[in-house]
T-cell receptor, first 115, second 114 residues
Framework: SQKIEQNSEALNIQEGKTATLTCNYT??????LQWYRQDPGRGPVFLLL?????KEKRKERLKVTFDTTLKQSLFHITASQPADSATYLC??????????????FGTGTLLAVQP | ETGVTQTPRHLVMGMTNKKSLKCEQH?????MYWYKQSAKKPLELMFV???????ENNSVPSRFSPECPNSSHLFLHLHTLQPEDSALYLC?????????????FGPGTRLTVT
């Protein structure tokens, strides 16, 4: 069955550094992948979508890569700020999803940016 | 503000109570979703409605009963819940139900079953 793995341990980095979060998946080749941000007590907020034929996508200080050979997506935040501290979730369509908008979410990685 | 509101934000109920969660979206979307988020677990999709019709039921126990009277409102009726049903219940909406469509989430209802 489809499995999504994100680092369950929190990632602590210093302000100004680049944060890199990992999303690995198995047993499947999804057509796209999404990243969401979730703050405590709030619902997830969509950040970026990357398709299988796109190697890289950028949005301001955010960069996402999608390596279909490694079955991995990397999420980078450059020049990180304390305000970037949150849980970051990756989400993929299920193998059997068909022409629907169903998503399977990872457990998320907590990022803490220290001032 | 994401344009998706949920009430109540917090709910404590006994196992014999009946309560309802409400979700409203002001985005003109046609698809609405209920998710369950338990500690240390990924979001679990419960139900999906597209143009008021239920299109997904992810083997959810019958003690959870959804209702979608129109494309802007979604309810989750709860009865005879178990302590393991305590979780954050999130509502989401999207413009359509086609793949890749961005989902907008509400702030969630924190449910505690005693």
């Amino acid at each position: 069955s489809q499995k999504i793995e994100q680092n369950s341990e929190a990632l602590n980095i210093q302000e100004g550094k680049t944060a890199t979060l990992t999303c690995n998946y198995t047993n499947y080749s999804p057509a796209y992948l999404q990243w969401y941000r979730q703050d405590p007590g709030r619902g997830p907020v969509f950040l970026l979508l990357i398709r299988e034929n796109e190697k890289e996508k950028r949005k301001e200080r955010l960069k996402v890569t999608f390596d279909t050979t490694l079955k991995q997506s990397l999420f980078h935040i450059t020049a990180s700020q304390p305000a970037d501290s949150a849980t970051y979730l990756c989400a993929l369509p299920p193998p059997y999803g068909g022409a629907t908008n169903k998503l399977i979410f990872g457990t998320g990685t907590l990022l803490a940016v220290q001032p | 503000e994401t344009g998706v509101t949920q009430t109540p934000r917090h709910l404590v109920m006994g196992m014999t109570n009946k309560k309802s969660l409400k979700c409203e979206q002001h985005l003109g979307h046609n698809a609405m979703y209920w998710y369950k988020q338990s500690a240390k677990k990924p979001l679990e999709l419960m139900f999906v409605y597209n143009f008021k019709e239920q299109t997904e039921n992810n083997s959810v126990p019958s003690r959870f009963s959804p209702e979608c009277p129109n494309s802007s409102h979604l309810f989750l009726h709860l009865h005879t819940l178990q302590p393991e049903d305590s979780a954050l219940y999130l509502c989401a909406s999207s413009l359509g139900y086609r793949p890749e469509t961005e989902q907008y989430f509400g702030p969630g209802t924190r449910l505690t079953v005693t």
